[in-house]
């Protein structure tokens, strides 16, 4: 099993930057991809970005493309989401996942195994 806990999130506003931090615990997981998701209130969850177990490649939704980094260190088993010039319409809970399966990647949330509780973002005007 595979304990993910997110860290970082808060209030900022519009233009502003914030880092979100996700340590994983109970195995390593540098063989396998790690990601985050988001959910604003009243939506679906949605993919924001991933990153392969290198960290070599990375993949992103087009609406967060240019401004976040995802990046990961394998030695602290942990990923990072650097999310640059933030708008009104990040504001979400993001969670940090794992695809504890296999080594491959994915953009739906059924591909991955392990979740983060989240960690709550908000975007002010």
């Known amino acids: 099993q595979v304990q993910l806990v997110e860290s970082g999130g808060g209030l900022v506003q519009a233009g502003g930057s914030l880092r979100l931090s996700c340590a994983a615990s109970g195995r390593t997981v540098s063989t396998n991809a790690m990601g985050w998701f988001r959910q604003a209130p009243g939506k679906e969850r949605e993919f924001v970005g991933v990153?392969?177990?290198?960290?070599?490649?990375?993949y992103y939704a087009d609406s967060v493309k240019g401004r976040f980094t995802i990046s990961r260190d394998n030695a602290k088993n942990t990923v990072y989401l650097q999310m640059n010039s933030l708008k009104l319409d990040d504001t979400a809970v993001y969670y940090c996942v794992v695809r504890g399966r296999d080594g491959g990647i994915g953009t739906r949330p059924e591909q991955y195994d392990y979740w983060g509780q989240g960690t709550q973002v908000t975007v002010s005007s």
């Open positions: 990153i392969n177990w290198s960290g070599g490649s990375t």
